[in-house]
């Protein structure tokens, strides 16, 4: 069995910073995308970042000069470092992995989410 945990989130002011962490664990075959959604209360969950196998990495609207992903394949973890840090940021967190794993099928698997709040 596949699953995803996340940590980092936390309760920083406006201007601060914080690095996310989405492992892996569980019979994987390879890991073809890695992605950090967040949803705020009350809005839909929207893209933050992803990196895909290839390493062709993505952000969302606006968010590409404070936040950067990175990942390390051997550990089977995406990072997400979050800087300058604004109130608008503030929602639960999520990971996304697709993973290919012992049945060889290629699975979306979603991690518990990490809360993130910004204090003005």
């Known amino acids: 069995q596949v699953q995803l945990v996340e940590s980092g989130g936390d309760l920083v002011q406006s201007g601060g910073s914080l690095r996310l962490s989405c492992t892996a664990s569980?019979?994987?075959?390879?890991?073809?995308?890695m992605g950090w959604f967040r949803q705020a209360p009350g809005k839909q969950r929207e893209l933050v970042a992803s990196i895909n196998k290839a390493g062709n990495i993505n952000y969302g609207e606006s968010l590409e000069d404070r936040f950067t992903i990175s990942r390390d394949i051997a550990k089977n973890t995406a990072y997400l470092q979050m800087n300058n840090l604004k109130p608008e940021d503030t929602a639960l967190y999520s990971c996304k992995f697709m993973i290919q794993d012992a049945s060889r099928r290629t699975i979306e698997y979603w991690g518990q989410g990490t809360q993130v709040t910004v204090s003005s």
């Open positions: 569980g019979r994987i075959l390879g890991i073809y995308y």
